[in-house]
């Protein structure tokens, strides 16, 4: 009698653990596709950047540091400015794979509890 009362403590452990693993993971992705889509809001703000520097010609640029301003030729922000815009696309890249792994292994979590809650029910 206390053998399966054991048997059953276990499964229920196991369950517990499970989806304390799913809830984990699913908090993994929100944060991934919140830094997603951080990093495509800073894109944009480039675009917009590149699109203004582009209606100027030959003036004088300042990049902002901190509080202050740095004059800077022209080219060397736009230069800047699509490294970031790079960077920032590889950044989105390399969190899309990790984003899609974790989604899997939720899905195979998530069905991984979804048998032991069955299996609890019988």
Do not use: W
């Not at 059953?8 to 369950?15: R, V």
């Not at 809830?23 to 830094?35: F, N």
């Not at 209606?55 to 990049?63: H, M, P, V």
């Amino acid at each position: 009698m206390q053998q399966i009362s054991k048997e059953k403590e276990n499964q229920i452990q196991q369950a517990m653990d499970l989806e304390k693993d799913v809830l984990g993971t699913l908090a993994k992705v929100r944060q991934y596709e919140a830094s997603i889509n951080t990093l495509k809001r800073n894109i944009q703000k480039c675009n917009i950047t590149l699109k203004e520097l582009s209606s100027i010609d030959q003036q004088k640029t300042y990049q902002p540091i901190g509080r202050c301003f740095i004059l800077k030729p022209k080219g060397d922000i736009v230069n800047e400015v699509n490294e970031n815009i790079k960077t920032s696309e590889k950044e989105i890249d390399e969190y899309e794979k990790v984003r899609q792994h974790l989604i899997t292994k939720g899905k195979e979590k998530e069905t991984q509890l979804q048998e032991a809650m069955k299996s609890l029910k019988i």
